[in-house]
């Protein structure tokens, strides 16, 4: 389930995320699809 929480820490981000990576493992989305698109958000934080 991915989740709607109010996020106001690095260590809520950092579960939050986990579990979003975790469900879209368990659909079946590739772990290098999950990679680049973590990659692309970061490139737009910086």
Do not use: K
């Amino acid at each position: 389930m991915i989740t709607n929480r109010d996020i106001q820490t690095v260590d809520l981000f950092d579960q939050a995320l986990g579990e979003v990576i975790e469900s879209a493992q368990d659909s079946g989305v590739p772990d290098a699809a999950l990679a680049e698109a973590l990659r692309s958000h970061a490139d737009e934080l910086e």
